[in-house]
């Protein structure tokens, strides 16, 4: 029984403040150095060493996060369709509960997983035809799932789904999973024991995470809309199914499986 498909980014502004401004303004007439430019020259060097600061803290962080077990710091079931990328979701309500024929999709934030360094061979210095090396970093994971029922029988198991394989320019630590099940044929009603078991490719590493859910033709299931967004259009709570669609669904789906 094939039942799951897996599918696998701030803006910053500086305002001189407004006392700076009105000093350089006042002194404007000064046949000294421009206020203007010294005071930028000076945030300059304060930002270059910020950077400097910056780049330091990341490198240690990187040296924190390869000590680090491959792990799920944060995982949730969410709506279908709302991952939006790192953090951006809208959480599935009830948290654990669908309907039949519902897609259970589980959120996950990987940590301690590996960049595999790669050889790019293929960038060319503008357009002149000189070819250069860089380097890219191989993310690459794939996902098991195992269900049981409430007796502990194993219901259904898949096996080395692709989770995510993407190269990126730098060592990126914010990346996010989203591991769908997909009822082709509803689930019983009843009690379920999801396993799913993230391996990690490039370090051999894996992690297991235990999902309890209840699958329940009665429940009125939906997502809760991002916080301060009242985009009726995308972000509001679904609207959910009524128990007379519910039943119409659910006879539509007999129909086509007796087919």
């Given at each position: ?24 303004f ?26 400097a600061?910056l ?18 710091q ?14 951006i ?11 039949p ?7 996950v ?14 960038s060319?210095?503008g357009g ?11 993310i ?15 219901f259904?198991r ?6 995510v ?24 009603v ?12 490039v ?6 995470i ?43 789906l ?6």
């Amino acid at each position: 029984m094939a039942l799951c498909s897996l599918v696998l980014l701030v803006m910053s502004a500086s305002v001189l403040p407004s006392s700076i401004l009105q000093t350089s303004f006042a002194q404007s007439t000064s046949s000294s150095s421009s206020p203007e430019i010294l005071l930028s020259q000076e945030q300059q060097g304060q930002g270059g060493d910020q950077l400097a600061q910056l780049d330091a803290a990341r490198q240690q962080y990187l040296s924190a996060w390869n000590n680090t077990a491959f792990t799920s710091q944060f995982d949730v079931f969410i709506g279908e369709g709302s991952d939006l990328g790192y953090g951006i979701y809208r959480e599935h309500v009830p948290t654990n509960v669908f309907r039949p024929g519902e897609t259970i999709v589980l959120y996950v934030e990987p940590v301690g997983y590996g960049h595999q360094p790669i050889t790019d061979a293929n960038s060319q210095d503008g357009g002149n035809g000189i070819t250069t090396a860089s380097t890219l970093y191989l993310i690459n994971m794939t996902a098991d799932f195992i269900i049981t029922d409430s007796s502990g029988s194993e219901f259904f198991r898949f096996e080395g789904a692709p989770a995510v394989n993407i190269f990126s320019h730098r060592q990126n630590t914010e990346l996010s999973l989203t591991l769908p099940i997909t009822q082709e044929q509803p689930f019983p009603v009843g009690d379920y024991l999801v396993t799913y078991i993230v391996h990690d490719q490039v370090t051999g590493q894996s992690f297991q995470i235990d999902k309890e859910i209840t699958i329940d033709d009665s429940a009125l299931t939906g997502a809760l809309p991002l916080p301060g967004n009242n985009d009726n259009d995308n972000n509001s709570v679904e609207a959910p199914l009524p128990r007379q669609q519910l039943e119409e669904r659910s006879q539509s789906l007999e129909t086509e499986q007796a087919f």
